[in-house]
């Protein structure tokens, strides 16, 4: 499985951004999907994620703001952001998990300035 990011870029706080995830190879096997940021000197942190059936989890941090989806016609996860902050200045990496492993896209840098 091979996962591309998109729609990273700068935005001002309050803004909103919506990134991308597309999957190719071996989509058939893809169970959960989601998102992950790593900002400079803070730890990763799991923003949100989403099974297969749809059934989705949120960091604290990120309830009520932001929305994740996903498109499996399309092999396509979506995170939606809204109400942007400083803090959530970070790269945003996507993943999906198989049965033996879960695979990461190469990240997307979201900037937010205030």
């Known amino acids: 499985v091979q996962l591309v990011e998109s729609g990273g870029g700068l935005v001002q706080a309050g803004g909103s951004l919506r990134l991308s995830c597309a999957a190719s190879g071996s989509t058939f096997s893809i169970n959960a999907m989601g998102w992950r940021r790593q900002a400079p000197g803070k730890q990763r942190e799991l923003v949100a994620a989403?099974?297969?059936?749809?059934?989705?989890n949120y960091a604290d941090s990120v309830k009520g703001r932001f929305t994740i989806s996903r498109d499996n016609a399309k092999n396509t996860m979506y995170l939606q952001m809204n109400s942007l902050k400083p803090e959530d200045t970070a790269v945003y990496s996507c993943y999906a998990e198989d049965r033996f492993f879960r695979h990461w896209g190469q990240g997307t840098q979201v900037t937010v300035s205030s």
């Open positions: 989403i099974t297969s059936g749809g059934t989705t």
